[in-house]
């Protein structure tokens, strides 16, 4: 709801009970005054007709005028009578303290009114009997006597209280009009503000109005004030993530130079003990341990590039057959040391994707290694690469352990491990299929993981491939 709509029924909803309630006071008022004037007026003029009326009131009532009472003249009988005409003669009749009337056919008086003149000169009650209502109006003109009350009756006008009601409601719709058009300066610069403001969330120039000295311009200059200082933090963030993405890209590699050479000298060491000795049984483990460091700084390099999202990526064609290759031969030393068979199958011909070189290899590596570390010893790792209608399909399954139903949805959450993965290898980070999430997403590839029948874990890879490419298999 709008403001002014919001500001139009706020008021109607308060102007309306206001104008009936003053209608009401309005009506009764004026009744209450036309009853004290009618009464004054009896009042007075039965001072000269007081003696006639109790000399002979069963023949009363007659005109009250210059203090004198004159007996009726016959009229035939109307409906209906114009209010402010006076009273007919039969709206005028005597009664004693009692109530009592000595008129024959005279109504009776209303107890209440009775009960009320012992008390006070003139009383009033609306007789709702009649029709149209009339307002009874009692004075007590005497002490005693069969004409100490006096009772005049007048048709109540009905339409008083509507004709009342009809001008304050006039003026409170003019009252609602004039500050329903009062609000549009006020409205029309909220809406300025807020464009402002939205067209600074979607990070636009920060230009918002700042005119007047009122309550809205002290908010837009408050506004201003506080983006200023978010944008020094937001500026003072960027600044030091860009700087904290350089140190670790380029502390990934000034590690991974060494730690190569490193996983080499150990696989050479390897070789050159006597099998089954304790020496080769630790330069596997360490060979196994400086691998899973290669992998984690990899990961780590991985994820300041996809956490930097103001950077984009570095988007090529790209060999998916020659990647699944290198990967392949990479994991080769650490899938024989733990007696992991890995086979793959990619296309004869190329089969090619775009998408960022560096970072589609390290998510098929997170998968492959994956699949090898968690391992058990005589497993086997398949890693199969197919060309489908349109795109390609890069399937990595494993014999493993798996993991449970409950926890297959939460494969790639970022620290999630199963419970198998941390029984087997306590000291993972869970960054690998994380990272291989993400990366598949930046590229609009789609990445699920299945249970791989009769046990262990099918990851599968899948997104459009590049125009040329062409399908097939050939194992390897």
């Not at 060491?269 to 700084?297: F, I, P």
């Amino acid at each position: 709801m709008s403001l002014r709509l919001r500001l139009a029924v706020t008021l109607i909803a308060l102007t309306i009970p206001f104008a009936i309630a003053l209608s009401v006071a309005q009506v009764l008022w004026l009744r209450r005054a036309a009853v004290d004037a009618l009464a004054e007026a009896t009042r007075a003029r039965m001072l000269g007709a007081l003696e006639r009326c109790e000399a002979a009131p069963e023949r009363w009532p007659g005109r009250i005028r210059r203090g004198r009472a004159r007996p009726p003249r016959r009229r035939p009988p109307r409906r209906t009578r114009r209010p402010g005409r006076g009273p007919r003669p039969s709206d005028v009749l005597p009664y004693d303290l009692e109530g009592r009337s000595a008129r024959p056919g005279a109504p009776p008086l209303d107890p209440a009114l009775v009960t009320e003149l012992r008390t006070a000169e003139s009383a009033w009650v609306r007789d709702t009997g009649t029709r149209p209502p009339t307002l009874v109006v009692a004075t007590r003109v005497a002490d005693s006597g069969p004409c100490a009350i006096v009772a005049v009756r007048r048709p109540v006008d009905g339409r008083s209280f509507v004709a009342t009601l009809l001008p304050t409601l006039a003026v409170s719709a003019f009252a609602v009009l004039l500050a329903v058009l009062a609000a549009g300066p006020v409205v029309r610069r909220i809406r300025r503000l807020t464009t402002a403001v939205r067209r600074a969330r979607e990070g636009g120039a920060m230009e918002l109005p700042r005119e007047g000295a009122d309550e809205i311009g002290e908010l837009a200059r408050a506004f201003a004030e506080d983006r200023a200082a978010l944008q020094a933090q937001m500026d003072a963030l960027a600044q030091r993530d860009a700087t904290l993405t350089a140190f670790v890209a380029n502390t990934t590699h000034d590690v991974m130079i060494p730690l190569t050479v490193l996983q080499g000298h150990l696989v050479g060491l390897r070789r050159r003990l006597e099998d089954g000795s304790t020496e080769q049984e630790l330069a596997e483990l360490a060979l196994e341990e400086s691998d899973y460091l290669g992998a984690l700084m990899q990961n780590l390099g991985a994820a300041a590039r996809l956490d930097a999202r103001d950077q984009p990526l570095e988007l090529g064609p790209v060999d998916l057959g020659a990647l699944v290759e290198r990967v392949m031969t990479r994991h080769a030393p650490i899938a024989a040391q733990k007696g992991v068979q890995i086979d793959h199958a990619v296309p004869p011909t190329p089969l090619r994707a775009r998408g960022d070189l560096t970072l589609l290899e390290r998510l098929v590596g997170n998968l492959v290694h994956n699949a090898v570390r968690y391992n058990r010893e005589g497993g086997h790792v398949a890693v199969v690469l197919e060309a489908t209608e349109g795109g390609f399909t890069l399937r990595v399954l494993d014999d493993g352990p798996g993991v449970t139903p409950e926890e297959l949805p939460r494969l790639g959450e970022r620290r999630f491990r199963s419970e198998a993965a941390r029984t087997r290898q306590p000291g993972g980070s869970g960054l690998g299929l994380a990272i291989a999430r993400d990366v598949a997403e930046r590229h609009g590839f789609a990445l699920r993981f299945e249970a791989n029948a009769p046990q262990g874990l099918a990851a599968i890879l899948s997104g459009p491939r590049l125009d040329g490419s062409e399908p097939g298999s050939e194992a390897s």
